[in-house]
């Protein structure tokens, strides 16, 4: 998943941030004392209504993501440009720098604050009037914090998008078996089409497994049952677990006959495994009048058949649809 899926999006943060940025400098301008200060507040004003305009108008989807360093440029360059106007008392609005660090850890990948701080030094000497040697203990200061609250943000962002995907990834797998759970076998199907097969797999005499031996013993099978289809099965098939000990495989380009040659492959590393438990299947193949959902129910039918005949053995459809 994108980082834009859990970030603050960083084209609407950064026109908020440049109003924003406009606002306070436009307010505190008569505050601060500054010899000309309406000429300054109006170019302030005009300078951020153009950005903002200018920042509606750019295609922004079309552009890396990256690209959106453009407002903290921009606001930095204003407020350094409006300091050397201002005669160097607009050390006030040191703060939005910091803010302006916050969006970077916020938006962006970590050191990518590191990358633009020559621009944002630059911009503060600049605010301040110009370089003198009071402002070293000043800058020195803000660096660190300006670094320090940008990547850490950042670490945060990453850390929860690690996490965030670690849990979409839990809610679509099941933990025993770790194949495909129910929720994300939906999401397959829907994406099946003609050519493909579904097949349901359903262990023979589970249940007895489970009262002899427990449940902890029904675990076991189930696990390393996951583990041989996981072994047999192709590059792209697909393979999850139905609920209980029945088992789902999406075969994609796979006829009828050509899944049970898989099904057969299967059954014999599984004999090797456990020869002692067998299992029954039943396939369905995916046809233009034959939806996913119908082909799901087609195999559970072949399925009921093949337990039906016997267990132990592979059931397609035909018959089964014109007398159902």
């Known amino acids: 998943m994108s980082r834009a899926a859990y970030a603050w999006d960083p084209v609407a943060g950064g026109q908020l941030m440049l109003l924003t940025n406009g606002i306070v400098i436009v307010v505190t301008l008569p505050l601060l004392g500054a010899h000309g200060w309406r000429s300054t507040a109006v170019l302030a004003a005009l300078t951020t209504a153009g950005a903002w305009l200018v920042s509606i108008a750019v295609p922004w989807q079309r552009l890396p993501r990256k690209a959106t360093v453009a407002f903290p440029l921009f606001a930095w360059a204003a407020i350094g440009l409006l300091g050397l106007d ?181 059954r014999q590393r599984w004999a090797v495994l456990r020869p002692e438990i067998t299992f029954s299947a039943g396939v369905a193949a995916l046809r233009p009048e034959l939806g996913a959902a119908t082909a799901l129910q087609a195999a559970d039918l072949a399925l009921y058949e093949a337990k039906r005949s016997g267990r132990n053995r592979d059931h397609g459809t035909q018959g089964l649809l014109t007398a159902a």
């Open 86 to 266: 201002t005669h160097g008392i607009a050390g006030a609005w040191a703060g939005l720098f910091t803010l302006w660090f916050a969006y970077l850890g916020l938006t962006h990948r970590s050191g990518t604050s590191l990358l633009l701080m020559p621009v944002a030094i630059a911009a503060y000497i600049t605010m301040w009037g110009g370089w003198s040697s009071p402002l070293l203990a000043r800058l020195f200061i803000a660096v660190v914090i300006w670094l320090l609250l940008a990547e850490l943000l950042a670490a945060l962002i990453d850390r929860h998008h690690a996490l965030a995907d670690e849990l979409r990834q839990l809610a679509h797998v099941d933990t025993l078996t770790n194949l495909a759970n129910r929720r994300d076998l939906d999401l397959r199907l829907a994406e099946a089409g003609p050519g493909d097969a579904v097949v349901l797999i359903d262990l023979d005499h589970f249940k007895q497994l489970n009262d002899t031996f427990g449940h902890a013993a029904g675990d076991e099978v189930l696990t390393e049952f996951g583990l041989v289809i996981r072994a047999t099965l192709r590059a792209g098939d697909y393979a999850a677990r139905y609920g209980g000990e029945e088992f789902a495989l999406v075969l994609p380009a796979t006829s009828e006959s050509d899944a049970t040659v898989t099904l057969a492959r299967l």
